[in-house]
């Protein structure tokens, strides 16, 4: 089994006809504005996704992995954690995985890190890491 790629990005769609995938609005940077000040927690109501592509040559029987996502600040601190549980049908080659997240709350400007780690589950061996960054820029309003 090999993970291939991941990336965040706002939306994705998979074609129900021809089973294509469509990324939107890949997130490598979002600019903030803000009336808080600084110091004070931002929880920015967006909508994001994690997407994955993964792929296995033992197509023989189902398998099974779970996903954790974690979301660290700039400072290395954890915010946040996502997760779940994915599945290879049996004779599936690749999976693609979309882990929708609502909402990221936001300390201060810096480069974020979506830390995701897939693992094998029920005698699957396999372990794979991936960081994913994302650049916050905060601009304080002063009213």
């Known amino acids: 089994m090999q993970h291939h790629w991941s990336v965040l990005c706002q939306s994705s769609v998979i074609d129900i006809d021809s ?3 469509s990324l939107y609005d890949c997130l490598e940077e979002l600019n903030v504005n803000t009336q808080n000040q600084p110091g004070v927690a931002i929880n920015l109501p967006i909508n994001f996704e994690v997407v994955s ?6 197509t023989k029987s189902n398998r099974k992995l779970t996903i954790k996502a974690q979301l660290l600040d700039p400072k290395g601190k954890q915010i946040n954690e996502f997760g779940g549980q994915l599945f290879f049908k049996e004779g599936s080659k690749r999976l693609r995985s ?6 990221l709350t936001l300390s201060e400007s810096g480069v974020y890190i979506m830390r ?3 693992e094998g589950i029920d005698g699957l ?18 009213l």
């Open 19 to 21: 089973n294509l995938l």
């Open 116 to 118: 995701l780690h897939f």
């Open 125 to 142: 061996d396999f372990k794979a890491d991936c960081e994913l960054p994302l650049e916050i820029n905060i601009s304080y309003k002063i």
């Open 98 to 103: 979309r882990l929708k997240i609502q909402g």
């Open 53 to 58: 592509f993964l792929s296995d040559n033992q």
